[in-house]
């Protein structure tokens, strides 16, 4: 008997917007579905591409990106997630990982409806898709590895210290 597949999602979101919108909807006595997992985080930019990759590698089916968008209080932060999250999209669509898996999306302090329709259009995205390959999803992290790792060897890679976010 085989059971219904039931997508995990992981959000992270922002703690100065997404996290207060996400605690709206529980506040709000609004419900979503139990397979939905949220960290809050102070800013989703600090997630190198290898983070995603390894959530798919070890059973997240989708990640949701509920950000700050164009409020957000780190100064450039929201253009180079967005920069980031191109970037691991294309290599997820070369690789053969479904670009459906993530998803970046504003989301603010009191976006109840807003925050409840995300998730719903994650939940059907990822029914269409079916459940995550993990070794494909495992092969594409490393792939990302050793790519950061030969940026950080050359001359041109610029250390967070230096040259601000990651």
């Given amino acids: 008997m085989s059971h219904p597949f039931v997508p995990k999602i992981l959000v992270l979101a922002t703690e100065k917007c997404a996290y207060p919108g996400a605690d709206a ?14 960290l809050r985080v102070p800013s989703p930019v600090l ?34 997630l967005a920069a980031r999250i191109d970037g691991l999209t294309s290599h997820m669509n070369a ?16 976006c109840i409806k807003a925050f409840l329709k995300e998730i719903a259009q994650m939940t059907d995205n990822l029914h269409r898709v079916g459940p995550v390959n993990r070794t494909l999803a495992e092969q ?12 950080a060897a050359s001359a041109a890679f610029v250390p967070a210290m230096q040259g601000g976010l990651i």
């Fill in 95 to 110: 690789g053969g990982l479904e670009i459906e898996r993530i998803r970046l999306t504003a989301i603010c302090t009191v």
């Fill in 25 to 38: 909807v529980g506040k709000a006595h609004q419900e979503y579905p139990s397979n939905v997992y949220i």
């Fill in 140 to 151: 594409l992290r490393r792939q990302s590895v050793q790519r950061l790792q030969a940026k």
């Fill in 47 to 80: 997630f190198p591409e290898d983070f995603f990759l390894g959530c798919y590698s070890k059973g997240i089916d989708g990640v949701l990106i509920a950000a700050c968008g164009s409020d957000c209080p780190y100064h450039g932060a929201y253009d180079k």
